[in-house]
């Protein structure tokens, strides 16, 4: 309940460091990556505010160096899974009395401890167990995971807006949490979000069961760690690992499943929905089911983009992170009055990344996540070489010896419908159709109904006519839209993330728009002179 108005002020963006040569948070985070290298952390289940080592452990291995053990996790299944839902419904009075100020309290300590004495351990773990570079671990596990708290904060604060009153009556309306628990599952690729989707509904009240990717292992336990530190009281959140069937099975079991907060592949998410819908009678309340899932991201150049941005544009877009972000640059329409010029630029960038371990701070890129991963990607690579509607145009760094290194690759389609140029493949691989320049609508109709994701997408042009006519056009086609710039980055407070169509129910993380499907909200009215007398003036006879 928001039940005191509290003076907040406004958020800002917490700044990106540069980890420039000399500065202090180069060193900082090198002397955190040496520490972190030696501990390889036992990984406990927390439950009730207690560490369990139940079930078989496993690996979390650095996908850069695969031999590399950083940490072991054990396997919750369906019997931890239960005593964790057990231990939030426990929780579940207290932690709903408290005050939202207090609960906000922890969230904003936590984002404070994250901006200071924690940022370089969050930012280590997450590179030695998922393969970051130091940039791009900053600007997740540091500074959009600091902005998720202390945003969640603010705009949680302004959820309740009170409705009209009356000289005869006083009218209030309180948010609720749901009445039940909310099952997180989060992804292996951004720390942030991983932190983001159990606190968030935690900050409104809610319980959590949070079942973080084995993957993401090692930094998901420093995170539950820095919420603990924050002051989270036992039994808010609870944390359990291992594989993600037997623990979504017993928590759809539950009829105390209010909700699921819920970043992967759009198949999950659609077994879970499934899931939900095959017992929706035995529930005590309708779940709440807010996912964000896959993307097929598109840039559209028109014949008026300048050269230069559109190729960094693709080249950062598409091979950052190995390509294994949602909103990762995979399939380009050009121009072909500019693509001979275009796919020399390309090439040239592409021939200077360079990659290998993230602890080599001149590495551009990392591994992908685990053999599993290479080994469909790797699929993908032989597939195109041997396609005559293909053209691999780059593909150089492959290699499994020592890491899951997946090359920087670009290829040309020479069919706008090829599967390439639907199916997500989260890995580095960028699909480029050569259009016609006469055929800019034809094109943009292309653009989208090829793929069944509207997740991200840009547009680059210098025609503010066509721009304004693509993004007509393309109404529907991304969630988030960017223009001149990569379809990849959003940030926390300036553009809310998320997508439609098979990439997710477009709820808005980072925004107020999330926040309120963690809520139940309850009007309350209170007359202050009730009628004493049944009848109504319309019933008398004068």
């Not at 949602?326 to 592409?350: D, F, G, T």
Request: charged share 20%.
């Amino acid at each position: 309940m928001l039940d005191t108005p509290i003076a907040l002020p406004v958020p800002i963006n917490e700044p990106i460091l540069s980890y420039a040569p000399g500065s202090p948070e180069r060193a900082a985070l090198k002397e955190s990556l040496a520490k972190l290298s030696n501990e390889c952390p036992d990984v406990p289940h927390v439950i009730a505010g207690k560490a369990s080592h139940e079930g078989a452990s496993f690996d979390v291995t650095s996908p850069h160096a695969h031999a590399r053990v950083v940490a072991r996790a054990h396997e919750a299944g369906a019997e931890v899974t239960k005593r964790a839902i057990a231990a939030a419904m426990t929780a579940a009075p207290a932690w709903a009395r408290t005050p939202f100020a207090e609960r906000a309290r922890v969230f904003s300590r936590a984002a404070e401890l994250l901006a200071g004495p924690w940022r370089q351990v969050i930012n280590g773990a997450t590179m030695l167990g998922q393969s970051k570079t130091a940039f791009q671990a900053e600007i997740d596990s540091a500074c959009e995971l600091i902005d998720f708290l202390r945003f969640n904060v603010h705009f949680g604060s302004k959820l309740a807006e009170q409705p009209i009153s009356t000289p005869a009556s006083q009218h209030s309306l309180e948010l609720r949490p749901l009445e039940g628990f909310v099952l997180a599952v989060t992804p292996f690729n951004f720390t942030a979000i991983a932190g983001n989707l159990p606190s968030a509904p935690a900050m409104l009240g809610n319980v959590v069961v949070w079942k973080p990717a084995e993957n993401q292992s090692l930094a998901a336990y420093h995170t539950m760690r820095l919420f603990e530190a924050a002051g989270l009281p036992p039994g808010v959140i609870n944390v359990v690992y291992g594989n993600g069937a037997p623990v979504a099975d017993a928590c759809l079991a539950s009829p105390d499943l209010a909700g699921i907060h819920f970043t992967g592949s759009t198949r999950v998410f659609q077994a879970l929905w499934r899931g939900v819908g095959e017992r929706i009678a035995s529930y005590k309340t309708y779940p709440r089911l807010v996912g964000e899932t896959g993307g097929k991201d598109f840039v559209f150049a028109h014949p008026s983009a300048e050269l230069e941005p559109l190729a960094v544009a693709l080249v950062r877009g598409a091979y950052e992170f190995q390509g294994q972000k949602c909103s990762a640059a995979s399939r380009a329409y050009v121009p072909q009055s500019m693509w001979p010029k275009l796919k020399e630029r390309l090439l040239a960038h592409i021939a200077e990344i360079k990659m290998g371990d993230v602890a080599d701070f001149s590495n551009f890129m990392g591994a992908v996540i685990n053999e599993r991963a290479y080994t469909r990607l790797s699929g993908w690579r032989d597939r195109l070489k041997k396609d005559a509607s293909c053209t691999v145009l780059a593909d150089a760094g492959w290699s499994r010896e020592v890491g899951w290194f997946c090359g920087p690759t670009l290829v040309q389609v020479s069919d706008p419908k090829h599967d390439v140029m639907q199916e997500e493949l989260f890995g580095p691989v960028l699909s480029v159709f050569v259009y016609d320049d006469a055929k800019v609508d034809e094109t943009l109709a292309l653009v989208d109904s090829t793929s069944p994701y509207a997740l991200t997408g840009a547009i680059f042009s210098q025609d503010r006519a066509a721009l304004a006519h693509a993004l007509a056009v393309l109404r529907q086609s991304a969630g988030n839209v960017y223009v001149n710039d990569k379809p990849t980055g959003a940030v926390v407070g300036q553009q809310p993330f998320g997508g439609a169509r098979a990439s997710g129910t477009n709820d808005k993380a980072g925004s107020a728009f999330n926040l309120l499907r963690w809520v139940s909200p309850r009007t309350l009215k209170e007359t202050f002179a009730p009628p004493t007398s049944v009848g109504y003036p319309f019933m008398r006879e004068r």
